[in-house]
């Protein structure tokens, strides 16, 4: 198993999120950064596209979810985002990083991180 890693750094994406009546009524940025730990070796042999995790499939698919609906809580799209990409694509660890930018004013951002394995198949 390598080290390597692909990341997708800041993402925006307009989304139906929130807990407060004003959030239901308004789109709002959300931030999406992910890392995605995938053996980059036989891409970089083949230099082959077929050999390597496509980035616009990733957004694609990151996007698909934040606009599937209205999303209530950040924890909710970070952990539906790591499981679409989980069962997506051939990767054993995830990191999924979501915020709202500014949110609370004053250039506050709040962010939820998590982190995810694929679950081992017997």
Do not use: F, M, T
């Given at each position: 198993m390598s080290d390597d890693y692909i990341e997708i750094q800041g993402l925006e994406i307009?989304?139906?999120?929130?807990?407060h009546g004003f959030e239901q009524l308004l789109r709002q940025?959300?931030?999406v950064c992910?890392?995605?730990?995938?053996?980059?070796?036989?891409?970089?042999?083949s230099d082959q596209l077929e050999d390597a995790v496509n980035?616009?499939?990733?957004?694609?698919?990151?996007?698909?979810?934040v606009q599937t609906?209205?999303?209530?809580?950040?924890?909710t799209l970070a952990e539906r985002i790591?499981?679409?990409l989980l069962q997506e694509f051939a990767l054993?660890?995830?990191?999924?990083?979501?915020?709202?930018?500014?949110?609370?004013?004053?250039?506050?951002?709040?962010r939820v991180v998590i982190e995810r394995?694929?679950?081992h198949e017997h």
């Open positions: 307009d989304a139906s999120i929130g807990v940025k959300v931030r992910v890392r995605l730990a995938v053996d980059v070796q036989q891409a970089a042999r980035y616009v499939r990733v957004v694609e698919q990151i996007q698909a979810v609906g209205h999303i209530r809580l950040l924890e790591a499981q679409g054993n660890w995830i990191r999924v990083e979501v915020s709202k930018p500014h949110i609370l004013g004053r250039g506050v951002d709040v394995r694929r679950a």
